[in-house]
């Protein structure tokens, strides 16, 4: 194995792969200037043959749904044994799909349905554009807290938007809402 560059941010991961032609990348989802999932979609656009994991430290399953619908070729996380990680991406380059066990219960969700599989852009549409500012920072992995901090609302003014977001949406659950986001947005 050859390591071909590193970036920092979605515009140099985008530069170097134009630049290198790489066999794979390992991309995390979020970077200081986007969402890997946008990255991944855009390498994959431009270089079809490239084969892409997304390494990062978040198990929630609307990261697993965003980066396999973006199509991601495995999802690892960032604790991953080093002898686990060469023989993933070797398993990655020789064609496999790559999903380590500490995620296989998210892809179950998927499957069975719990988290979104068909999007509904109309329902996204529907949304104010302060839900819209709440649901892109639960897309992005962000707490009530965390997200009340940043639109400085009160915890209870987030709950309230999150219940209308679900309504609109049609679902219950978080991760189910920031997929649907995460699928029909370029953030």
């Known amino acids: 194995m050859e390591i071909c560059g590193e970036a920092a941010s979605a515009a140099e991961a985008l530069e170097l792969t134009r630049q290198t032609l790489p066999d794979l990348i390992l991309l995390d989802i979020r970077l200081p200037d986007g969402?890997?999932?946008?990255?991944?979609?855009?390498?994959?656009?431009?270089?079809?043959?490239?084969?892409?994991?997304?390494?990062?430290?978040?198990?929630?399953?609307?990261?697993?749904?965003?980066?396999?619908?973006?199509?991601?070729?495995?999802?690892?996380?960032?604790?991953?044994?080093?002898?686990?990680?060469?023989?993933?991406?070797?398993?990655?380059?020789?064609?496999?799909?790559?999903?380590?066990?500490?995620?296989?219960?998210?892809?179950?969700?998927?499957?069975?349905?719990e988290v979104a599989a068909e999007v509904n852009a109309q329902g996204i549409q529907s949304l104010s554009p302060q839900e819209r500012r709440v649901l892109e920072l639960v897309a992005d992995g962000r707490t009530n807290k965390e997200i009340g901090e940043s639109l400085k609302l009160s915890g209870n003014t987030v709950k309230n938007y999150l219940a209308n977001v679900f309504d609109k949406l049609k679902v219950r659950r978080r991760s189910q809402a920031a997929a649907m986001f995460i699928q029909h947005t370029d953030t």
């Open 35 to 113: 969402h890997g999932f946008n990255v991944c979609r855009e390498i994959l656009e431009s270089s079809p043959d490239t084969r892409i994991l997304m390494l990062t430290a978040f198990n929630t399953d609307n990261f697993i749904y965003g980066s396999i619908s973006s199509g991601a070729h495995g999802y690892l996380l960032k604790e991953i044994a080093p002898e686990v990680l060469i023989q993933s991406i070797e398993d990655c380059l020789s064609g496999k799909s790559v999903i380590t066990q500490e995620i296989t219960g998210g892809m179950m969700r998927m499957m069975r349905g």
